[in-house]
């Protein structure tokens, strides 16, 4: 079976500092990894993926997350916080082994940059 | 990026009665679709995946006979909560994937808001 876990329901952080969302992740095979982002009452938007390649994945908005295999990590980063920034950010991760493709969602961070 | 529409984005119905939820790709052909209902501060939970054509398959615990999924088009999937009540009410989303793989990204609809009086 597939999981994954936010650790974090909550993040703060000050506008024009670093953020860090974090993301760890269980699959048998090799995982696919993604980072959503929902705004209230929204659907989600893609902001970058893992498949395959260099560990670091530069995505939409400025934002990056680099793949750690050995610590089965996928954390969201971003060098420097915008409030446009708050939202619910989810991590999913998808074996297409097993479990015919489908994506598994972690819980979601609740993001809040203050100015 | 591919867009995917959703109607309505918000429908309050009386209990008992049907709500149909349409979902479209508007600029690319959706093999794939996936239904999610999400509550409150909650994560997505995956209701079932519709491929064109086929009979949709059902995650355990979700009954086929009250959420009617059709897709029959490579562009439309619909959603038919049937004889609605209360404990329906939230948000449903719907995702659709690119022809290609499993390894294409999905691209979500802007969700449905239902609220069953």
């Known amino acids: 079976a597939q999981s994954v876990a936010q650790p974090e329901d909550q993040v703060n952080v000050a506008e024009g500092n670093p953020l860090t969302v974090k993301c760890t992740y269980s699959?048998?095979?090799?995982?696919?990894l993604f980072w959503y982002v929902q705004y209230p009452n929204r659907g989600l938007q893609f902001l970058l993926k893992?498949?395959?390649?260099?560990?670091l994945v530069k995505g939409s908005y400025g934002f990056e997350a680099e793949f750690n295999k050995s610590q089965t990590s996928f954390h969201l980063k971003k060098p420097s916080a915008l409030v446009s920034d708050s939202a619910l950010y989810f991590c999913?991760?998808?074996?297409?082994?097993?479990?015919?493709?489908?994506?598994?969602f972690g819980d979601g961070t609740t993001l809040t940059v203050k100015p | 990026g591919a867009v995917v529409s959703q109607h309505p984005s918000r429908v309050i119905c009386k209990s008992g009665t049907s709500v149909k939820i349409e979902c479209r790709s508007l600029?690319?052909?959706?093999?794939?679709m996936f239904w999610y209902r999400q509550f409150p501060k909650q994560s997505l939970m995956l209701m079932a995946t519709?491929?064109?054509?086929?009979?949709?398959?059902?995650e355990q615990g979700v009954e086929k006979d009250k959420f009617l999924i059709n897709h029959a088009s490579l562009t439309l999937s619909t959603l038919t909560v049937t004889s609605a009540h209360p404990e329906d009410s939230s948000f449903y989303i719907c995702?659709?994937?690119?022809?290609?793989?499993?390894?294409?990204?999905?691209?979500f609809g802007p969700g449905t808001r239902l609220t069953v009086l």
């Open positions: 995702s659709a994937r690119t022809s290609g793989g499993y390894y294409n990204e999905q691209f």
């Open positions: 699959v048998s095979g090799n995982p696919y």
């Open positions: 893992y498949i395959t390649g260099d560990n």
């Open positions: 999913a991760v998808r074996d297409i082994n097993t479990n015919a493709g489908k994506s598994t």
């Open positions: 600029d690319f052909q959706a093999t794939t």
């Open positions: 519709s491929n064109e054509g086929s009979k949709a398959t059902y």
